[in-house]
């Protein structure tokens, strides 16, 4: 497996545009994690999904953040509109459950001027 | 709720010196405690990991033993080499809670010829 892949892995965009952020997380495992890395205030957990269903969002900043896992192999985070302040690295993470290893992405880079 | 604290870093050491990572941990019952490493430009990745009271988790040359009565689980090195700089994390998770992982701040670790 190659891992987890997100896509892309940087993105610069205006204030008030829309942006989604793309990930495939390893394939068979049941945890899906969307994270936000700022040097202000470490690492985030913003929502995760089991077995392609929401079960905890309440990292979610705002109305303007929306996460969505239509099948166990995709899952976008949607930021509409952006702002300059979600500038920041977004992680997308998996997993086969509780004690077991988080594989991390790579990473996308959000800059919103 | 569950939490993580992580010495303040930045940390900065001599090629072969000796390395101690605080952290300390605030959770009911008995978590499972992790170190992750994120080197730059990279997501993170599993370092170590020790699953109940006493455990010694290590991984290339690092150990962090799982000590209740403290509620600790310091990370250790005997000799830190250059390739050995990354920001480390400590977390926590809880079968209670999922899967989800909760992070210390992050302690950035450098390490110079």
């Known amino acids: 497996d190659a891992g987890v892949i997100q896509s892309p892995r940087h993105e610069v965009t205006e204030m008030g545009q829309e942006v989604t952020l793309r990930c495939k997380p390893i394939s068979g495992h049941d945890y899906l994690f969307w994270y936000r890395q700022t040097m202000m205030r470490g690492l985030e957990l913003l929502i995760y999904?089991?077995?392609?269903?929401?079960?905890?969002d309440s990292g979610m900043p705002e109305d303007r953040f929306s996460a969505k896992m239509p099948n166990a192999s995709f899952s976008t985070l949607k930021i509409q509109p952006s702002e300059p302040r979600d500038s920041a690295v977004y992680f997308c993470?998996?997993?086969?459950?509780?004690?077991?290893?988080?594989?991390f992405g790579q990473g996308t880079r959000l800059t919103v001027v | 709720g569950n939490s993580v604290t992580q010495m303040e870093g930045p940390v900065t050491l001599s090629e072969e010196a000796f390395l101690t990572i605080n952290c300390t941990y605030t959770a009911t019952g008995y978590p499972s405690l992790f170190w992750y490493v994120q080197y730059p430009g990279e997501g993170l990745q599993l370092l170590l990991k020790a699953t109940k009271a006493d455990d010694k988790g290590s991984n290339k040359g690092f150990e962090a033993t799982y000590r209740k009565e403290t509620t600790s689980f310091h990370l250790e090195k005997g000799s830190v080499q250059v390739s050995d700089s990354a920001v480390y994390f400590c977390a926590l998770s809880k079968e209670t809670s999922g899967s989800r992982l909760t992070f210390g701040e992050g302690t950035q670790l450098t390490v110079n010829p």
């Open positions: 999904f089991n077995n392609n269903v929401p079960i905890d």
């Open positions: 993470a998996s997993n086969l459950g509780y004690n077991t290893e988080a594989f």
